[in-house]
């Protein structure tokens, strides 16, 4: 069974750090790509950012550019670092793994499609 188990969400104040956490099993993990998604209350799921395996592009949405980076430990965890956090940043998180190679135009639109997902992780900055 493919799993993917976010954790690492809390409630900081704005300008703290956070650093959320995907474990993956039950897939091989160089075969699959990763990407992080956020969904607002009210809003649409959206894109933050994503590792390709076959070229090394690390993408990240225009609303965390320079301030979020994401990792992988090459094994069965990804990472996504979350520095000067926003009010703007308060969702609901979520991992996701598609076989490889992920669009970037897939991680734009919300991850549609996308082969498996985890059950989010709540991150909350108040304003």
């Known amino acids: 069974e493919v799993q993917l188990v976010e954790s690492g969400g809390a409630l900081v104040q704005a300008g703290g750090s956070l650093r959320l956490s995907c474990v993956v099993s039950g897939l091989t993990f160089d075969d699959y790509d990763i990407a992080w998604f956020r969904q607002a209350p009210g809003k649409e799921r959206q894109g933050v950012s994503c590792i390709r395996h076959d070229d090394g592009l690390t993408w990240y949405g225009d609303s965390v550019k320079g301030r979020f980076t994401m990792s992988s430990d090459n094994a069965n965890t990804v990472y996504l670092q979350m520095d000067n956090l926003q009010p703007e940043d308060t969702a609901v998180y979520y991992c996701?793994?598609?076989?490889?190679?992920?669009?970037?135009?897939?991680?734009?639109?919300?991850?549609?499609?996308?082969?498996?997902w985890g059950k989010g992780s709540q991150v909350t900055v108040p304003s």
């Open positions: 996701a793994a598609q076989s490889a190679p992920i669009t970037v135009a897939a991680v734009e639109i919300g991850g549609f499609g996308l082969d498996y």
